[in-house]
């Protein structure tokens, strides 16, 4: 039975995530980061993507992206095949790197991507990786609140926006007060 399409829609958002295959590390060192960061960067240029928001902690990652055209499976089969094929090569593996397709959820109101956005810089605190979401290199949030220099292929004016945010200390006032 072939697998059902995916839902795509021009002018949507999406939370998209990937996990490991068998609960493995998808991410070992700070060098594999770096690597899947410039594989995200140059699909989000390729496939005109807006990436709001972005986590990766050890066996999986979150995203938040925008879809201008409706092209998230080709721009995710990029993204997760680019990044397997680099992964393997580095460690001498073979197969498969993430456990099944990537899983995209339709956030489909405002109040609905904010959640999602406060959802993702909270994880590596939910996992137990820091006290604090600003502790957490691999996450946007730094970026959010203007405590980090802000990658190209990030947009943190949308999330600021959307929060009536005339500052970035309002993004943190929002995330941390879960």
Same mark, same amino acid.
């Given at each position: 039975?072939?697998?059902? +399409?995916?839902? &795509?829609? =021009? ?5 998209v995530t990937s @996990?490991?295959?068998?609960?493995i590390p998808i ?10 960061? $410039? ?13 709001? $928001?972005?986590? +990766?902690?050890? %066996? ?12 998230? !499976? !080709? ?5 997760? $095949?680019? *990044? ?6 580095? *460690?001498?593996?073979?197969?498969? +790197?993430?456990?099944? @397709?990537?899983? $995209? /959820?339709?956030? &489909? %109101? #405002?109040?609905?991507?904010? /959640? ?7 994880? =590596?605190? @939910? ?23 802000? /990658? =190209?292929? +990030?947009?943190?004016? #949308?999330v600021r926006a ?13 995330? /941390?007060?879960?």
């Amino acid at each position: 039975m072939p697998r059902a +399409l995916r839902l &795509q829609a =021009p002018g949507a958002y999406y939370h998209v995530t990937s @996990r490991g295959v068998d609960g493995i590390p998808i991410f070992i060192d700070n060098a594999d980061r770096e690597v899947f960061l $410039s594989i995200l960067a140059t699909v989000v240029k390729d496939y005109a993507l807006e990436c709001h $928001s972005y986590c +990766l902690l050890s %066996t999986h990652f979150h995203l938040v992206l925008g879809t201008p055209e409706a092209n998230l !499976a !080709a721009a995710m089969q990029r993204l997760n $095949s680019g *990044y397997a094929q680099s992964y393997n090569r580095r *460690y001498g593996r073979k197969g498969h +790197l993430f456990e099944r @397709r990537y899983h $995209s /959820e339709h956030l &489909q %109101t #405002e109040a609905h991507l904010l /959640e999602t956005v406060r959802y993702v810089a909270l994880n =590596p605190v @939910r996992a137990g990786i820091c006290d604090r979401p600003d502790q957490w290199r691999w996450s946007s949030y730094r970026q959010l609140i203007g405590t980090a220099r802000v /990658e =190209p292929w +990030l947009i943190v004016s #949308e999330v600021r926006a959307w929060l009536g945010a005339k500052t970035p200390n309002r993004v943190r006032a929002f995330v /941390e007060a879960h």
